[in-house]
């Protein structure tokens, strides 16, 4: 009897011992299901809010370079008077304005007063509310620029963006620009194009000088540095050997202060040096009325 009993029992506690194990074994599983899915889900949670803070973030600090970049856009062009006439991209703008706020930024550092960059601007190229410096988008697709007077500053169209250097190339083409607007403000107060004419000058008696002049095998100019900081179209933008192109590259080369690091370089600076200063000044005494 007693092995009877202790058979039954034996077997009770097997099967107890099997359904205990069993529900053991199925609380685990549930157990690391359920902690597998929370992990998920609290994965999915952090991950989520992870990727909201940071493109919240990334779009916050976006948009407060975007705004501020637009801002300070907005304000050079409101402060040097520039009005943009065609259909410029805003990208385009931007390099307009950069290039016009270094030449701005030149000419400040060389008057002999305390204007800010715009006064300097405005003072030198004779602009106030009525007569603007207007810039024109000509929109032919053709990589150049046009300068109409000192007033009028036009592009064709500017070096496409995904070719190298191309920002830099576009935003040296406009300052050319407004080395010939320079050279024509010069002339409505002077009455003539005195840069052109003094280099010329300089050019004929100083054998030294550098000058472009058309190679007379080729008939054209050759692609080398002449002084310059770099050859064409970084630091050169015109291929034309007239004093009046070799002028308006100088003119580039004396906003950012950038030259050829050899005697020809150093030629072309000093000539800039020496004269920039007293036009600079000139030009700022017969300023127009409403300018600052
Ligand atoms: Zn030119």
């Known amino acids: 009897m007693d092995l009877l009993i202790n058979i039954i ?19 685990q599983i549930k157990y690391w299901q359920f902690m597998r899915g929370l992990g998920k889900n609290r994965y999915k949670v952090c991950s989520l809010v992870f990727v909201v803070v940071l493109l919240f973030s990334g779009f916050l600090r976006l948009g407060i370079s975007d705004g501020l970049d637009t801002l300070r856009y907005e304000r050079i062009s409101r402060e040097c008077r520039l009005v943009f006439v065609g259909n410029w991209q805003y990208q385009e703008k931007q390099i307009a ?15 002999t007063k305390r204007d800010t960059p715009c006064e300097a601007f405005r003072n030198v190229f004779g602009i106030n509310t009525k007569e603007p410096m207007q810039l024109h988008h000509l929109k032919t697709g053709d990589v150049g620029g046009k300068c109409f007077s000192s007033h ?11 070719k190298p250097m191309a920002k830099t190339k576009s935003e040296h083409l406009i300052v050319h620009e407004f080395g010939h607007a320079f ?42 540095d002449y002084g310059f900081a770099g050859v064409r179209w ?10 009046g192109e070799e002028f308006a590259d100088m003119f580039l080369g004396w906003a950012y202060d950038a030259w050829a690091d050899n005697p020809a370089g150093r030629l072309r600076s000093d000539f800039m040096d020496a004269h920039m200063p007293d036009w600079i000044n000139y030009l700022d ?5 409403g300018a600052s």
């Open 97 to 111: 304005i950069d290039g016009i706020e270094q030449i701005a930024r030149k000419l400040a550092n060389t008057t």
């Open 152 to 162: 009028v500053v036009g592009i064709f169209g500017l070096f496409p963006l995904y």
């Open 285 to 289: 005494i017969h300023r127009v009325k």
């Open 183 to 224: 050279e024509a403000r010069l002339e409505d107060v002077m009455g003539t194009k005195i840069p052109r004419n003094l280099l010329l000058k300089v050019q004929y008696h100083n054998p030294n000088f550098p000058d472009r002049i058309l190679d007379p095998e080729t008939g054209i100019v050759p692609n080398k």
């Open 9 to 27: 029992v034996c077997v009770k506690d097997s099967v107890a011992i099997t359904a205990a194990t069993r529900l053991i074994r199925i609380i």
């Open 234 to 243: 970084l630091w050169q933008l015109s291929a034309d050997p007239s004093p």
